[in-house]
């Protein structure tokens, strides 16, 4: 059983960065067994797609609302996967959610992922 959990969470101001970490346990982690993927979510909404790594490839993909901004990125010795988030905006404060999924290619729903970490909460001061 694959076990998430996110750290690096926390109260910043407009314009800060921060890098958020997912550590994964319980399973094979590497950039063949799962695609990485990392979320948002805010009261009474879905879970918004930030960024991906998808399995067996070094590419990235990004929502429009985070792409530049953010950067997602996996060390498979550290069984972790990052998110760096540069130039933090209000609209970014939520829940961050790291997931991994068996499937292959780029996924963009929450529903493609079969593990999820327990949330980190960002908030963003204007």
């Known amino acids: 059983q694959v076990q998430l959990v996110e750290s690096g969470g926390g109260l910043v101001q407009a314009g800060d960065s921060l890098r958020l970490s997912c550590t994964t346990s319980g399973g094979t982690f590497n950039s063949y067994a799962y695609g990485m993927g990392w979320f948002r979510q805010t009261p ?3 879970r918004e797609f930030v960024a991906q790594i998808p399995r067996s490839t070094g590419s990235t993909y990004y929502g429009d609302s985070v792409k530049g901004r953010f950067t ?3 060390d498979n010795a550290k069984n972790t996967v990052y998110l ?3 130039s933090l905006k209000p609209e970014d404060t939520a829940v961050y959610y790291c997931g ?5 290619g780029l996924h963009m729903s929450a ?3 079969q593990y999820w970490g327990q949330g980190t ?3 963003v001061s204007p």
């Open 44 to 46: 009474g909404n879905d």
């Open 72 to 74: 997602i990125s996996r």
């Open 84 to 86: 760096g988030m540069n």
């Open 111 to 113: 529903s493609d992922y």
């Open 121 to 123: 909460q960002v908030t």
């Open 100 to 104: 991994a999924s068996i499937y292959s």
